[in-house]
Antibody, heavy 115, light 107 residues
């Protein structure tokens, strides 16, 4: 079974940084592209970033370009999201997802940006 | 920017059929995917590549497509189908987009 476990969320002040991790198991991690998706409280799903299998193609939603960086370590079966210059509007549950014939999702980690 | 348009809400009585539409100019060229999300839970894939149903998803869930519109149909709706449903596709730059979500209420 596909298992994705996010971690690293928490409370951070505006302008601060946070690094999210996603530990993958139950599948061959290095043959799938991966994504981060977020959901603000009471709102819908918003795709944030995608990375391909070899990390040579990364795509971001416009609102996080230049602030967030997606990366992966295939040897560790792990996906990451480095978030800098955080804003109040980045407050959300962040999910990692495996991209293949539709997405499989983790349970998410909550990021709260507040002073 | 590319948008997928869904109705914000659909209400249906138990045993009836719920239809949720999703419209987008790119849908004739890109596949659509549908996710079910219940409160406090992660989304779950219910339809992929417009019409395909993953293993483990009840056959009362089906997908169809016509031009710039895709439709998720839930036949014989059950109380447990009450949830938010999101359509998803790919935009022209290779990124991804979700619809706003449709809240299905079982009366």
């Amino acid at each position: 079974d596909v298992q994705l476990m996010e971690s690293g969320g928490g409370l951070v002040q505006p302008g601060g940084s946070l690094r999210l991790s996603c530990a993958a198991s139950g599948f061959t991690f290095n043959i799938y592209s991966m994504s981060w998706v977020r959901q603000a409280p009471g709102k819908g799903l918003e795709w944030v970033a995608n990375i391909n299998q070899l990390s040579d193609k990364k795509i971001y939603v416009d609102s996080v370009k230049g602030r967030f960086t997606i990366s992966r370590d295939n040897a560790k079966n792990s996906l990451y999201l480095q978030m800098n210059s955080l804003r109040v509007e980045d407050t959300a549950v962040y999910y990692c997802a495996r991209n293949h014939n539709g997405w499989s999702w983790g349970q998410g980690t909550l990021v709260t940006v507040s002073s | 920017s590319y948008e997928l348009t869904q109705p914000p809400s659909v209400s249906v009585s138990p045993g009836q059929t719920a239809r949720i539409t999703c419209s987008g100019d790119g849908l004739p060229k890109q596949y659509a995917y549908w996710y079910q999300q219940k409160p406090g839970q992660a989304p779950v894939l219910v339809i992929y590549k417009d019409t395909e149903r993953p293993s483990g998803i009840p056959d009362r869930f089906s997908g169809s497509t016509s031009g710039t519109k895709v439709t998720l149909t839930i036949s014989g709706v059950q109380a447990e189908d009450e949830a938010d449903y999101y359509c998803q596709s790919v935009d022209s730059s290779g990124g991804y987009v979700f619809g706003i979500g449709t809240k299905v209420t079982v009366l």
